[in-house]
């Protein structure tokens, strides 16, 4: 077996009974009462009509549903790349329906062949699945905030791998079209795979642009500015876990380079990772409807402007944070001081160390709780 790291949510237990433990009479309405969960990034509204009605009506699903999902489906997919991310020639053969994008990530360098002796590299704060996925290969784990970090490359240094993940989990960071385009000039000159993890693209916080009715639009590796209308060596990771309560129904894709996704898709048919029938018919409904994303979008927008106040309030900087689901912020001391503290007014969240040591001074704070939750956290911090 591999050395795998322990799993880090664990290590919150005792702050968590801490949190737990919480109470203040003079707080009224339940905010002074009771655990305000702000550590993981669980969805907690109810997953939309007209998409549990889809997954009702495929209930009936006697047979093998298609590894691959079926035309309809990627077709789907390479619609909503064109409408929402602006990626107008998406082919739906690079398409590729997955069981959630964790599964995706943890397993994609093993699925590409990587093995002892090739590098996989990722952001220093970061996701830790990205890391694990590369010690699942027994390939070497490389943490880095630029490719200038890499130093000089040899073909036994030169990844065989690259992460990217805009907008990110944790800080929130949003990287834009130049920096994109860079990275993906580099990989192609080196021979590199280029993995975008992009799973929190549709939650952009960012202001409108000046003279502009468009919402910002977090760009994605498969757009044409840039990869130069080119998905050769590329591949997007896209889940419907957030923008579509749908984290139960492990929904996801993975899209681009139709030849890479040709390599997936044949391992994954011996291996049997095969998305549902009737989930691969519910992402077909929550990808042909706008309206419900938008509402959801406006659930959080307005739980973030319950919290950040709150969070500003009790002494904590927030950073970043420009796009996803969390608070990335600061006290300026230990992360798990941090944690400690806030436990003390019954609120959890994450250290900034579950993400890499360079987020050791640093919470990240999730915004899916229910309102009255958030309302209760910002009342006791604020």
Known sequence: MPTLPDFPWDSLAPAKERASAFSDPSLSDGAGEGLVDLSVGTPVD???????????????????????????????????????????????????????????????????????????????????TYDVGARLARAEPMAVDSLT?????????????????????????????????????????????VASDECYAELDWRPRREGSDEPPTTPSVLDPRVCGGSHEGLLCVYSLSKQSNLAGYRAAFVAGDPGLVRRLLEVRKHAGMIVPWPVQRAMLAALGDADHVAQQKARYAARRETLRPAVEAFGLRVDDSEAGLYLWATAGEPSRRTVERLADRGVLVAPGDFYGPAGREHVRIALTATDERIAAAARRLG
């Open 149 to 193: 970090a890499l130093g000089p490359l040899t073909p036994a240094t030169t990844p065989r791998l690259l992460w990217v993940n805009s907008p990110s989990n944790p800080t929130g960071r949003v990287l834009g079209v130049e920096h994109l385009a860079k990275v993906v000039a580099w990989a192609r000159e080196h021979g590199v795979v």
């Open 46 to 128: 109810p997953t939309p009509d007209l998409i549990r009605q889809a997954l009702a009506g495929a209930a009936d699903a006697p047979g093998y549903p298609q590894t691959y999902g079926t035309p309809d489906l990627r077709e789907a997919v390479a619609a909503w790349f064109a409408a929402r991310r602006g990626v107008p020639d998406l082919d739906p053969g690079g398409v590729l329906p997955t069981l959630g994008s964790k599964e995706l990530v943890a397993w994609l360098p093993t699925l590409l062949d990587l093995g002892p002796g090739d590098v996989v590299a990722f952001p220093r704060v970061a996701y830790p």
